[in-house]
């Protein structure tokens, strides 16, 4: 089922919008499984709140100005939410994404994974105007700093902490940094537009067109990317198993059997313990050393790791047919050195 990303200014009411979405999902999915023994669905909320971030991580104000692009914090944040969306994101979940989500790049990264996993995603952008949402702020501010001063401390605070303030610099940097979200892309749309001023009507009706284009009969078939769909090798999983082991007894052998003038023809096994034919490795006419057979080597593994060049050589999953193809590898590489 499809991801939802909830986006908009800081404080214009995202949280609220999906708390109201998880609610009207809920009731859908009930309906929609009435009868049945298990729910057909399953849905799941995931916020800063959630998942205990606080919202000091978006805070630049404190860092030098050349080290804000690479703001860590920020990072480490997006990589926990991304990593709680990647684990729950099926065909048989509903994952709503509520946040800032007010990078463009970010969007497109979650709408690739849920591409991934074949099911839709869509955007959900809460419309408030600046003045409206920095009042809201303002007034939070002046909420906690009152909280504050009569003493209730902090622990209230983080207990209401979806209504918990950002500091005047950190929101507006947000919202000077946020990328609206543009229809006409692929990663923005469908786009959905809830405003505040949206009464319980207006919510229910969009609320039903999202669910119609991401659960209902406007559904999209999803289908992954074809330049990213893995060939298969007979090996399965041990494919890179296999061929980093033949390419390292490769390696060795060489280095194990050179002169110390080079110029050596170094023969390896075809197949291990049969006999037959061999394969001749021709080194230059200088000894080669390991750092230069290793980076020959983590060449070949990264040429041949995503498929590309699978197609000369045919399958690559046995032990020979490695062994031939990485000799063959060396040869040529040796060759163009000369």
Same mark, same amino acid.
């Given at each position: 089922?499809?991801?939802?990303?909830?986006? #908009?200014?800081?404080?214009?009411?995202?949280?609220?919008?999906?708390?109201?979405?998880?609610?009207?999902?809920?009731?859908?999915?009930?309906?929609?499984?009435?009868?049945?023994?298990?729910?057909?669905?399953?849905?799941?909320? %995931?916020?800063?709140?959630?998942?205990?971030?606080?919202?000091?991580?978006?805070?630049?104000?404190?860092?030098?100005?050349?080290?804000?692009?690479?703001?860590?914090?920020?990072?480490?944040?997006?990589?926990?939410?991304?990593?709680?969306?990647?684990?729950?994101?099926?065909?048989?979940?509903?994952?709503?994404?509520? #946040?800032?989500?007010? %990078?463009?790049?970010?969007?497109?990264?979650?709408?690739?994974?849920?591409?991934?996993?074949?099911?839709?995603?869509?955007?959900?952008?809460?419309?408030?105007?600046?003045?409206?949402?920095?009042?809201?702020?303002?007034?939070?501010?002046?909420?906690?700093?009152? &909280?504050?001063?009569?003493?209730?401390?902090?622990?209230?605070?983080?207990?209401?902490?979806?209504?918990?303030?950002?500091?005047?610099?950190?929101?507006?940097?947000?919202?000077?940094?946020?990328?609206?979200?543009?229809?006409?892309?692929?990663?923005?749309?469908?786009?959905?537009?809830?405003?505040?001023?949206?009464?319980?009507?207006?919510?229910?009706?969009?609320?039903?067109?999202?669910?119609?284009?991401?659960?209902?009969?406007?559904?999209?078939?999803?289908?992954?990317?074809?330049?990213?769909?893995?060939?298969?090798?007979?090996?399965?999983?041990?494919?890179?198993?296999?061929?980093?082991?033949?390419?390292? &007894?490769?390696?060795?052998?060489?280095?194990?059997?050179?002169?110390?003038?080079?110029?050596?023809?170094?023969? %390896?096994?075809?197949?291990?313990?049969?006999?037959?034919?061999?394969?001749?490795?021709?080194?230059? &006419?200088?000894?080669?050393?390991?750092?230069?057979?290793?980076?020959?080597?983590?060449?070949?593994? #990264?040429?041949?790791?995503? &498929? %590309?060049?699978?197609?000369?050589?045919?399958?690559?999953?046995?032990?020979?047919?490695?062994?031939?193809?990485?000799?063959?590898?060396?040869?040529?590489?040796?060759?163009?050195?000369?």
């Amino acid at each position: 089922m499809p991801l939802i990303i909830v986006t #908009g200014f800081p404080t214009s009411g995202k949280s609220t919008r999906a708390k109201q979405l998880y609610s009207y999902l809920s009731e859908r999915i009930e309906t929609a499984t009435a009868g049945a023994t298990a729910p057909k669905y399953r849905l799941h909320l %995931i916020s800063d709140q959630t998942l205990s971030i606080s919202r000091t991580v978006y805070d630049l104000s404190a860092l030098p100005a050349h080290t804000r692009s690479a703001n860590a914090s920020e990072k480490d944040a997006r990589a926990s939410i991304y990593g709680a969306v990647k684990r729950v994101l099926s065909d048989k979940d509903i994952v709503i994404l509520d #946040g800032l989500n007010y %990078i463009k790049g970010w969007r497109y990264q979650l709408h690739c994974e849920s591409k991934a996993v074949r099911t839709p995603s869509c955007v959900l952008q809460i419309g408030c105007g600046k003045e409206r949402a920095q009042g809201v702020n303002e007034e939070r501010l002046r909420k906690r700093d009152e &909280g504050a001063a009569a003493g209730l401390g902090e622990e209230k605070a983080e207990a209401n902490e979806d209504e918990a303030p950002y500091e005047l610099g950190n929101w507006e940097n947000l919202v000077f940094r946020f990328e609206e979200p543009n229809p006409m892309t692929r990663w923005d749309s469908p786009l959905f537009t809830l405003i505040w001023d949206d009464d319980e009507e207006q919510t229910r009706k969009v609320f039903s067109e999202l669910w119609d284009a991401v659960a209902g009969e406007a559904r999209k078939v999803v289908k992954p990317n074809q330049a990213t769909v893995q060939r298969s090798r007979d090996a399965g999983g041990d494919y890179l198993y296999v061929m980093d082991k033949e390419t390292q &007894g490769i390696v060795k052998r060489i280095l194990d059997q050179q002169s110390e003038d080079g110029g050596d023809e170094i023969t %390896i096994p075809k197949v291990l313990g049969e006999g037959g034919e061999d394969l001749v490795v021709d080194l230059p &006419g200088k000894k080669v050393g390991l750092s230069q057979l290793q980076r020959l080597r983590r060449a070949y593994m #990264g040429l041949n790791r995503g &498929g %590309i060049g699978l197609e000369p050589v045919g399958n690559l999953s046995g032990p020979a047919r490695i062994r031939e193809s990485f000799v063959r590898y060396l040869n040529d590489a040796f060759d163009n050195d000369g």
